[in-house]
């Protein structure tokens, strides 16, 4: 059903796009984060994964690459006005803003309008985040880590995704449950996990096409003056941390949690292990040849690598994660 409506909304015209959409298995990588959903609003949460997959494809990624910052700035605010006006009639030839538009129609059918507008507000996020992606393209800048770590929770997407995990569920999160301290805290260390994982799983295959400048390894060498071996190792070193913080936050979360909020903390633990295992089969992601030897360790959940404690990581931006947790009795 997804591929007969990405062919209707015109979102891959070309046999490489056609392709890749047929290796992605988006549909797998949805189900696994939300596998008790209804299934016509998870056929909406597919389709909308896979615009984002198209969108990145056709102005973020190989075949767009040197897309003008000033044009996807006028870009992304018409797409995100709109969001907030879908009767407008705005590129009207465009497939992905009309594609858009549709999507968000099919989520009213779903959606409570206090759902619709944090889905909305997730997207013009990542919208903006591909602005700050094309300037770094642009002027050939690598980021600060501080820097990289916070905006790539918008321009990778992994805040929009999230919004989408009650809709589907059929629940609706109180804005007081989702004001939590300790629920920002969980949704951004697994947004931040997902993103991590997808940068030491896709880094060998990013070398090998453009050099992504958005990747944490490149970061890493970058500020460190370090090998691909080193920051690798530093990147798991991290990884791992944030693994066993979200354990602690997500154990602690469940405790008094409602049941719109314990659905959605699972379907933060299943977002984190759903894009390990896609990954390791997605065509997007998966190329044997380019694959290092020890991507493998991945696909555990429990961190196993040297003793992994609860110090937080001293990034200053993210050390609030750490606060959230109770004192352990």
């Known amino acids: 059903m997804t591929q007969e409506w990405t062919a209707r909304q015109r979102l891959y015209v070309d046999k490489r796009g056609l392709l890749r959409l047929s290796r992605l298995r988006a549909g797998e990588f949805v189900s696994r984060i939300m596998p008790s959903g209804s299934e016509p609003a998870l056929q909406v949460a597919v389709d909308f994964f896979v615009w984002l997959f198209a969108f990145d494809d056709a102005f973020c990624d190989e075949d767009a690459f040197g897309q003008p910052p000033h044009g996807m700035a006028a870009y992304a605010g018409l797409l995100g ?11 009207p030839e465009d497939p992905f803003a009309q594609s858009l538009r549709g999507l968000q129609q099919r989520l009213v059918r779903h959606a409570s309008p206090v759902q619709l507008h944090r889905w909305s507000d997730a997207v013009r996020g990542y919208l903006h985040g591909q602005v ?7 002027a050939q800048r690598v980021c600060d880590l501080e820097t990289y770590i916070t905006l790539r929770l918008y321009s990778g997407a992994v805040m929009a995704c999230p919004t989408l ?14 004001s939590r301290p300790l629920v920002r805290a969980a949704s951004e260390v697994a947004a931040t996990l997902v993103i ?9 295959k990013e070398l090998h096409t453009r050099g992504e400048l958005h990747n944490l390894l490149t970061v890493l060498m970058h500020a460190r003056r ?4 080193e920051a ?23 405790a008094e949690a409602s049941r719109p909020l314990s659905m ?25 040849e380019l694959r290092a030897p020890t991507d493998n360790v991945m696909a555990c959940e429990v961190p196993t690598r040297d003793a992994v404690t609860l110090t937080p990581l001293p990034i200053a931006s993210v050390q609030w994660w750490w606060e959230c947790l109770s004192p352990e009795k």
């Open 165 to 178: 995990i009650d809709v589907v569920n059929g629940q609706e999160l109180s804005a007081e449950e989702l």
């Open 132 to 138: 700050w992606e094309a300037a770094n393209r642009d």
């Open 264 to 288: 959605y903390l699972k379907g933060l633990g299943h977002f984190v292990r759903a894009n390990i295992d896609w990954s390791n089969v997605s065509g997007r992601y998966f190329d044997p």
């Open 196 to 204: 991590w994982d997808n940068d030491l799983i896709s880094h060998q």
């Open 232 to 254: 690798r190792h530093e990147a798991l070193r991290m990884r791992d941390a944030l693994m066993a913080l979200l354990l602690r936050l997500l154990a602690q979360g469940q």
């Open 81 to 91: 006005h709109l969001l907030d006006s879908p009767q407008t009639r705005i590129l």
């Open 226 to 229: 370090c090998s691909e071996a």
